[in-house]
């Protein structure tokens, strides 16, 4: 699929410049055409059937002869202007990846066919980092491993699933798209919603990548079981990524079985407390037990990971001994960043062996 993308300016040299960039960085993906001519880039709307438009502010542009199927937007200078002319605005002055990832989100909104996914044939493996027990490290554990994957070439999504929890608590990159409008793409079935995931993915400077959290936690109760599964769907096919990494609380819910159901690994952590330990042992329990009445097999998955247990002199799971998967000094203590916690311990060894 290649997007075929029309430019208007003023400054010859701007768009001259962009269409080198995106010629270097995505020449198998867009098809620029550069106009200084307002008359001639509307004809080339229809000749040349352009799906993407984008003119600096200072045109007044008649929408109504812009092809139904064509996306447009305004070239803004800055990016505090939202909209100009009631029209949603692009700030031209940002980084090429930035622009064109707001290209793939103007052609998603107007493409009608549905563009299928190049794959090699190989899902995305899903590895659950989950918790009986708060305070943990649970999701420290899970960012880090996303980290060190990350950092042996393989290409990661961080996916956190709690109401309250945040991606870039870990990860940072600019963007302009959050996880809200991933939800609603999924409330609206937009018929690209592969195109729209594309668009607000970002990634941080470890190479994994994330999407920014909802500004309000309250979309996250919004976020239904099915359209859990058409994202995970999504996210293991459209070849873009060899792992994802979900974050979640174990609850006994129909969500949580079907995420497990679903992974390659289910990794449990705990800190080896008296409290943690209980609460897990009663999760894995459970587990094996629903294992035994339905044949679910989701037991054959789970992992036991000890964040942190030489630390607090805790004690180890004597009775899942067979899960366990090994210890690891306490993630996060002292530290700001996932690329500290990787220079400063040897997680990166840990998670790269067990799952590289």
């Not at 805790?314 to 306490?330: F, R, S, Y």
């Amino acid at each position: 699929m290649v997007i075929k993308v029309a430019m208007l300016s003023e400054n010859a040299n701007y768009i001259k410049r962009m269409a080198s960039n995106f010629n270097n960085l995505f020449s198998d993906k867009l098809e620029m055409y550069l106009f200084t001519n307002q008359e001639h880039v509307m004809e080339a709307l229809l000749t040349k059937k352009i799906d993407v438009f984008l003119s600096d502010g200072n045109y007044e542009i008649d929408q109504q002869k812009i092809p139904k199927k064509c996306g447009f937007a305004y070239l803004a200078d800055t990016p505090d202007i939202d909209t100009i002319r009631g029209v949603r605005t692009v700030c031209k002055f940002q980084k090429a990846e930035l622009i064109y990832k707001e290209i793939l989100d103007i052609y998603s909104e107007n493409v009608s066919e549905v563009i299928g996914f190049k794959t090699d044939g190989n899902r995305a493996r899903v590895l659950l980092f989950t918790a009986a027990a708060g305070g943990t490290g649970c999701s420290t554990a899970a960012a880090v491993c996303a980290g060190a994957l990350a950092a042996k070439g393989k290409r990661v999504l961080y996916l956190p699933l709690s109401t309250f929890e945040r991606s870039e608590e870990w990860f940072h990159a600019e963007g302009t798209a959050d996880f809200g409008s991933v939800l609603y793409a999924l409330k609206s079935k937009k018929a690209n919603f592969a195109l729209k995931i594309e668009s607000c993915v970002r990634k941080d400077e470890t190479g994994v990548s994330f999407f920014q959290a909802s500004p309000s936690a309250l979309d996250m109760m919004e976020f239904s079981d099915e359209e859990m599964k058409s994202l995970m769907e999504v996210l293991e096919l459209n070849g873009e990524f060899d792992y994802l990494i979900l974050d979640t609380p174990f609850a006994l819910t129909s969500r949580v079985f079907d995420i497990m159901r679903e992974s390659y690994c289910t990794i449990f952590v705990t800190n080896g407390s008296k409290t943690a330990n209980h609460k897990t042992k009663r999760a894995l329990e459970a587990i094996h037990i629903l294992d035994e009445q339905k044949e679910d097999l989701m037991m054959s998955k789970v992992r036991l990971l000890y964040n942190g247990l030489e630390e607090k002199a805790g004690e180890a799971l004597t009775e899942w001994e067979n899960v366990a998967m090994g210890k690891i000094p306490k993630l996060g203590f002292g530290q700001i960043s996932v690329m500290e916690i990787l220079s400063k311990t040897d997680a990166h060894t840990i998670f790269g062996q067990l799952f590289g």
